[in-house]
């Protein structure tokens, strides 16, 4: 069985709540509900963590580490465009990483088209709202296949 964690920066908490037009109107608790059963019908175990402080996402992703971890899948909001903290932890890890968004960034305005992430990830997905976060434990099951 293979092990993934799953980090959701700031506002992520805030779903159903915060810019409906753009996030949708289920709540993170929905979320973490769907991709639960997601992770279970893929055999997967995931642990889905999420914080509002930078900090704290770097010491998610030691952990990671140092638990062994198969994958992550993240979502790092705004820190997308200006934590290279975050960058460098992910770097540090070599850990295939997946960063996602539920809206389609490229499509927004012109700050959220940046990522300093990205060059640390193997791949990218945006635009799909909740299922994009299954296209990343796809992703992550097939890398894991072919690096065997």
Excluded: W
């Excluded at 639960?36 to 952990?63: C, P």
């Excluded at 990671?64 to 997308?80: K, R, S, W």
């Excluded at 990218?124 to 909740?130: A, E, L, M, N, S």
């Amino acid at each position: 069985m293979k092990n993934f964690i799953i980090i959701n920066g700031p506002n992520l908490n805030m779903l159903g709540i915060r810019e409906k037009e753009i996030y949708g109107t289920e709540s993170y608790s929905a979320l973490c509900a769907y991709l639960k059963e997601q992770a279970m019908q893929r055999d997967v175990d995931i642990t889905m963590l999420q914080s509002n402080i930078e900090g704290e996402i770097i010491n998610f992703i030691q952990q990671a580490y140092f638990e062994g971890c198969d994958g992550i899948i993240l979502n790092l909001g705004a820190y997308t465009h200006y934590s290279y903290a975050i960058a460098d932890a992910l770097k540090s890890i070599h850990i295939p990483t997946i960063e996602v968004h539920l809206s389609n960034v490229h499509s927004r305005e012109s700050f959220r088209q940046i990522s300093v992430i990205a060059p640390a990830c193997i791949g990218q997905v945006c635009g799909f709202g909740f299922y994009g976060y299954v296209m990343a434990m796809d992703a992550l099951l097939q890398n894991n296949q072919s690096e065997r």
